[in-house]
């Protein structure tokens, strides 16, 4: 009322009265609304900074205040004073707000802590452009923040990390942490910065969770996947490699881990004519080397790989004594391998391998034999009638050997012949050849060897089932008589060492030269061992004087006068030969498993 008697005093008539009462009206009216437009406008102002502060927190470490609103962990450089000042506001303005972390690289202005297994669902990345590990924890419900609070998570950071973790500023080659294996736990120092909203109910957290592990199953499978991939093409590369390998083009190498076996737990094995150390040999340097191709790594012989590789199946040896050195060599290698080695026997029951047409080992756990046919020339030694009613010998050049049906359907069959044909009765060739009846004066050696080296090719054409049989001819092997031949004073007692210079090594032999053109023509394939080269680099590895334990009267005489300069102390030289042939088999089993997947 007063205030209506002041404004009536100030106007003139009812006019006045009227104006001045409508413009107290309508200050009133825009005093209430100027009023309620500042609330709403300080509001909007409030909410947009608290909303800009909550999701921009300055990095200035000396505005505690605005360094993360919502964050309630500290930070290395933030006193505990300031430490959430607004949080217990926002914390009623969002109730519902969960907590989630992202892993980053450990800094030092940041808690580290090292993560636990989180229920397997950690999941490893790789950063590529900074080569280093960042470990992703997609989904975290509040029970699992809970327990991160709970953990050790006082005292400084770098403590931390250099006591517990040991890993601050460490990287790692991204090749190394491209996944991580279904549960396993990472171990990697993590940070969590501050907490940004996730907002998913347990079931997604799940969800996420099973995925994760998922995708680390799967990225571990395809791993191992890929190393099997790379490790079959590593397999298959070698083998190729093998395949293009010319094997006996090389050189002798020392190798301390020769030999393959020790003479010692072959001497019910090994003949006495090759047991040069039984015999008393001291020196064992000749059991150090190894064959290397120029263009290859020859496998080691692996003994229980090759019983594997002859289970169910027949080895068979055909041809001189050579041969047989050959051929107990591979006995020692194998039984050594074989875990009951009392299942490894002569089937006859023979302690000693001379003097009979045939010998053959088997081994029992693994079905299969390895045999020896003794067939020095290949083809027939025969007799015939003379004049004066007596038997003369002959060689018959039109027939292979005797024992041939007994070996032709062998799976592996390896030939030899060449140290009978430079004996001097071969070598004359006076009266000794011999095809049909007829009886050659006079024939060459080198025509009577190609004869019979041919005849010895039609029989393996005709008989031998190529795609089952794998056919070998071992090439010769080198002499090493100094000073005269095998019965005429020559020696080699005195080597201890291998021919260092190939301008030393001999002529390749002629016979061999006749033997491979023979091969050439043939319809079925032999593989031709030409080890011929590299025995002769081996002078030393022959028994010399260490040929045998009781020499007769008329060798104790004169020890030196008789020398075994051809065949080869066993361990030795012929362990070499098997490895070869080892690895031909290894490749003809891959060449044969490809054309299977082909086909």
Same mark, same amino acid.
């Given at each position: 009322?007063?205030?209506?008697?002041?404004?009536?005093?100030?106007?003139?008539?009812?006019?006045?009265?009227?104006?001045?009462?409508?413009?107290?009206?309508?200050?009133?009216?825009?005093?209430?609304?100027?009023?309620?437009?500042?609330?709403?406008?300080?509001?909007?102002?409030?909410?947009? #900074?608290?909303?800009?502060?909550?999701?921009?927190?300055?990095?200035?470490?000396?505005?505690?205040?605005?360094?993360?609103?919502?964050?309630?962990?500290?930070?290395?450089?933030?006193?505990?004073?300031?430490?959430?000042?607004?949080?217990?506001?926002?914390?009623?303005?969002?109730?519902?707000?969960?907590?989630?972390?992202?892993?980053? @690289?450990?800094?030092?202005?940041?808690?580290?802590?090292?993560?636990?297994?989180?229920?397997?669902?950690?999941?490893?990345?790789?950063?590529?452009?900074?080569?280093?590990?960042? #470990?992703?924890?997609?989904?975290?419900?509040?029970?699992?923040?809970?327990?991160?609070?709970?953990?050790?998570?006082?005292?400084?950071?770098?403590?931390?990390?250099?006591?517990?973790?040991?890993?601050?500023?460490?990287?790692?080659?991204?090749?190394?942490?491209?996944?991580?294996?279904?549960?396993?736990?990472?171990?990697?120092?993590?940070?969590?910065?501050?907490?940004?909203?996730?907002?998913?109910?347990?079931?997604?957290?799940?969800?996420?969770?099973?995925?994760?592990?998922?995708?680390?199953?799967?990225?571990?499978?395809?791993?191992?996947?890929?190393?099997?991939?790379?490790?079959?093409?590593?397999?298959?590369?070698?083998?190729?490699?093998?395949?293009?390998?010319?094997?006996?083009?090389?050189?002798?190498?020392?190798?301390?881990?020769?030999?393959?076996?020790?003479?010692?737990?072959?001497?019910?094995?090994?003949?006495?004519?090759?047991?040069?150390?039984?015999?008393?040999?001291?020196?064992?340097?000749?059991?150090?080397?190894?064959?290397?191709?120029?263009?290859?790594?020859?496998?080691?012989?692996?003994?229980?790989?090759?019983?594997?590789?002859?289970?169910?199946?027949?080895?068979?040896?055909?041809?001189?004594?050579?041969?047989?050195?050959?051929?107990?060599?591979? @006995?020692?290698?194998?039984?050594?391998?074989?875990?009951?080695?009392?299942?490894?026997?002569? #089937?006859?029951?023979?302690?000693?391998?001379?003097?009979?047409?045939?010998?053959?080992?088997?081994?029992?756990?693994?079905?299969?034999?390895?045999?020896?046919?003794?067939?020095?020339?290949?083809?027939?030694?025969?007799?015939?009638?003379?004049?004066?009613?007596?038997?003369?010998?002959?060689?018959?050049?039109?027939?292979?050997?005797?024992?041939?049906?007994?070996?032709?359907?062998?799976?592996?069959?390896?030939?030899?012949?060449?140290? $009978?044909?430079?004996?001097?009765?071969?070598?004359?060739?006076?009266?000794?050849?011999?095809?049909?009846?007829?009886?050659?004066?006079?024939?060459?050696?080198?025509?009577?060897?190609?004869?019979?080296?041919?005849? $010895?090719?039609? $029989?393996?054409?005709?008989?031998?089932?190529?795609?089952?049989?794998?056919?070998?001819?071992?090439?010769?092997?080198?002499?090493?008589?100094?000073?005269?031949? $095998?019965?005429?004073?020559?020696?080699?007692?005195?080597?201890?060492?291998?021919?260092?210079?190939?301008?030393?090594?001999?002529?390749?032999?002629?016979?061999?030269?006749?033997?491979?053109?023979?091969?050439?023509?043939?319809?079925?394939? #032999?593989?031709? &061992?030409?080890?011929?080269?590299?025995?002769?680099?081996?002078?030393?590895?022959?028994?010399?004087?260490?040929?045998?334990?009781?020499?007769?009267?008329?060798?104790?005489?004169?020890?030196?006068?008789?020398?075994?300069?051809?065949?080869?102390?066993?361990?030795?030289?012929?362990?070499?030969?098997?490895?070869? &042939?080892?690895?031909?088999?290894?490749?003809?089993?891959?060449?044969?498993?490809?054309?299977?997947?082909?086909?």
């Amino acid at each position: 009322m007063a205030d209506a008697t002041k404004y009536e005093l100030i106007g003139v008539g009812n006019n006045n009265y009227h104006l001045i009462t409508d413009l107290k009206n309508i200050f009133s009216i825009l005093k209430a609304r100027k009023t309620v437009a500042f609330a709403y406008v300080f509001t909007l102002v409030f909410v947009s #900074v608290t909303v800009f502060l909550a999701f921009s927190p300055s990095q200035n470490a000396s505005s505690p205040w605005f360094t993360n609103i919502f964050s309630s962990s500290t930070t290395t450089s933030t006193p505990d004073s300031y430490k959430s000042q607004l949080s217990p506001f926002f914390s009623f303005l969002f109730p519902n707000t969960t907590n989630s972390s992202r892993s980053t @690289i450990p800094n030092t202005n940041e808690e580290t802590f090292k993560a636990p297994s989180l229920e397997n669902t950690t999941q490893s990345l790789v950063n590529s452009s900074q080569d280093a590990v960042q #470990v992703s924890i997609p989904s975290i419900n509040q029970t699992t923040i809970s327990t991160i609070k709970n953990s050790t998570l006082q005292g400084n950071s770098t403590s931390l990390v250099n006591k517990e973790a040991g890993v601050k500023n460490q990287t790692f080659k991204s090749d190394e942490a491209k996944s991580v294996k279904k549960n396993q736990t990472t171990n990697a120092t993590v940070t969590v910065p501050a907490a940004t909203n996730v907002s998913s109910s347990n079931a997604s957290s799940s969800s996420d969770v099973k995925g994760v592990a998922s995708n680390n199953y799967t990225a571990s499978l395809v791993k191992k996947q890929n190393n099997g991939k790379n490790g079959e093409r590593e397999k298959d590369e070698y083998l190729e490699s093998l395949i293009k390998c010319d094997f006996f083009d090389g050189v002798w190498v020392k190798d301390d881990s020769y030999p393959l076996y020790e003479s010692s737990s072959c001497t019910d094995l090994i003949d006495q004519q090759f047991n040069c150390i039984r015999n008393g040999r001291v020196d064992k340097n000749y059991q150090k080397y190894k064959w290397k191709p120029k263009g290859c790594s020859l496998p080691r012989l692996d003994g229980h790989r090759m019983l594997d590789l002859l289970r169910g199946k027949r080895l068979v040896f055909v041809g001189d004594s050579l041969n047989r050195n050959m051929w107990e060599s591979l @006995i020692c290698i194998l039984r050594n391998a074989a875990k009951h080695k009392s299942r490894v026997y002569e #089937v006859n029951g023979r302690v000693h391998f001379r003097g009979e047409a045939s010998y053959s080992f088997i081994f029992k756990d693994y079905n299969f034999t390895v045999e020896l046919f003794v067939s020095p020339f290949l083809v027939q030694e025969w007799e015939m009638p003379d004049k004066n009613g007596t038997k003369k010998e002959t060689l018959r050049l039109d027939l292979v050997g005797r024992s041939s049906d007994q070996y032709k359907d062998a799976d592996i069959i390896v030939f030899n012949t060449g140290h $009978w044909w430079t004996h001097d009765k071969t070598a004359k060739g006076e009266d000794y050849y011999q095809e049909g009846s007829h009886i050659y004066h006079e024939l060459n050696v080198l025509e009577a060897f190609r004869k019979a080296i041919t005849t $010895w090719s039609r $029989w393996v054409d005709a008989n031998v089932n190529p795609s089952k049989s794998m056919v070998f001819f071992r090439g010769y092997s080198a002499s090493h008589f100094s000073g005269g031949q $095998w019965n005429s004073g020559g020696a080699c007692d005195s080597e201890t060492a291998p021919i260092d210079n190939e301008k030393y090594l001999n002529q390749y032999p002629p016979k061999m030269r006749v033997l491979e053109n023979v091969l050439k023509f043939m319809k079925t394939h #032999v593989t031709y &061992l030409n080890i011929t080269r590299m025995t002769d680099f081996r002078k030393d590895g022959h028994p010399s004087i260490y040929r045998k334990q009781n020499l007769s009267p008329e060798e104790r005489k004169s020890p030196l006068r008789y020398q075994d300069c051809s065949h080869w102390c066993l361990p030795g030289v012929p362990d070499a030969w098997n490895e070869i &042939l080892y690895a031909e088999i290894l490749t003809r089993q891959y060449q044969n498993q490809h054309q299977q997947n082909r086909g």
